[in-house]
């Protein structure tokens, strides 16, 4: 596919514009201390390092920077800047996409407790407070400590070490601007929190519309087949929710090798020349969470 081929750097864009404003709420909360500037600069810098797992998430694929040294950078230095184990990482996302049954999804552990909950304030309590467990499970799973299992291969260990030197800077920095627990306030909880409920968010809406209404509560998930949608969004959740075009998601799992900015044209082509593909869903995260949420 001609899409294939075509590769530019246009990502760079992005990825500087969350650099830059995560640097400008460090600053804003390390020069005006207080809570008017911290609460705001936390949600900033969570918000932005989501952006960053949105970004490996391409890079895990191949296909976020050029040439390919560039691609690895990216994804192993973003990765561990939010606590992650790259190679690991990898391993568990390109088997989500080779899975087709929804009971079998290695990413499932983020999404399956949300759909067994039952519709409404239940629901809406595993959506927040399972945040914690994830963040548990992906310490387990991805966590610098993964990178230094038994027999593991050298670039998992690489990794890990990645992951711990730049934290070692980081809480140095943080030190040097906060005090000692500046690391653990404005990076770690942020990530542990904000950042990782956005993805949380992300992958529920976008896996688990097609099983969300009531009409499905209490079935087993069985082999149920993986599906996801494209959503028409808009521009401020293409930013902060859907970074990247994550938003024709549909489009993306039919052919995850193609960069993010074709994405909108394959969407395009998938529309007109494969029978059966369905349309773009005509909403937004936010308006598709609350109706998951109630199950309606």
């Keep these: 596919m001609r899409l294939r081929g075509e590769r530019r750097n246009s990502a760079l864009v992005g990825l500087t514009a969350s650099y830059a404003i995560l640097v400008l709420a460090v600053a804003a909360a390390a020069v005006r201390p207080g809570l008017a500037t911290g609460i705001p600069a936390f949600l900033l810098i969570g918000l932005m390092q989501y952006r960053l797992v949105v970004a490996v998430h391409e890079a895990t694929h191949r296909t976020f920077l050029q040439p390919a040294w560039l691609n690895e950078l990216s994804g192993v230095v973003n990765a561990a800047l939010v606590g992650t184990n790259f190679t690991r990482h990898r391993r568990e996302h390109l088997a989500h996409h080779e899975t087709r049954e929804l009971?079998?999804?290695?990413?499932g552990y983020i999404y399956h407790p949300i759909l067994r909950a039952r519709p409404g304030w239940r629901r809406?309590?595993?959506?927040?407070?399972g945040t914690a467990f994830?963040?548990?499970?992906?310490?387990?799973q991805q966590g610098a400590?993964?990178?230094f299992e038994r027999d593991r291969p050298r670039a998992e260990r690489r990794d890990s070490l990645v992951l711990l030197a730049l934290h070692a800077l980081l809480f140095g920095v943080f030190w040097g601007l906060f005090g000692w627990w500046g690391w653990l306030v404005f990076w770690?909880?942020?990530?542990a929190t904000v950042a990782l409920f956005m993805n949380r968010v992300r992958i529920f809406v976008e896996h688990g519309i097609p099983y969300a209404g009531r009409e499905h509560y209490g079935r087993p998930l069985g082999s149920a087949p993986l599906l996801t949608v494209d959503l028409a969004s808009n521009p401020v959740e293409r930013f902060f929710v859907a970074g990247f075009?994550?938003?024709y998601h549909n489009a993306h799992h039919h052919v995850p090798s193609i960069p993010h900015y074709h994405v909108p044209r394959l969407r395009?082509?998938?529309?007109?020349e494969e029978p059966g593909y369905p349309g773009v869903v005509a909403t937004t995260y936010a308006v598709s969470l609350v109706r998951m949420v109630r199950g309606v």
Excluded at 188 to 191: E, G, L, Q, S, W
Excluded at 268 to 272: A, D, G, P, S
């Design 188 to 191: 770690m909880a942020p990530v």
């Design 245 to 247: 075009w994550m938003n």
């Design 134 to 140: 994830e963040a548990l499970e992906k310490l387990r």
């Design 145 to 147: 400590g993964a990178g």
């Design 103 to 107: 009971a079998k999804d290695p990413i």
């Design 124 to 129: 809406l309590g595993v959506l927040i407070f």
């Design 268 to 272: 395009e082509i998938l529309e007109q």
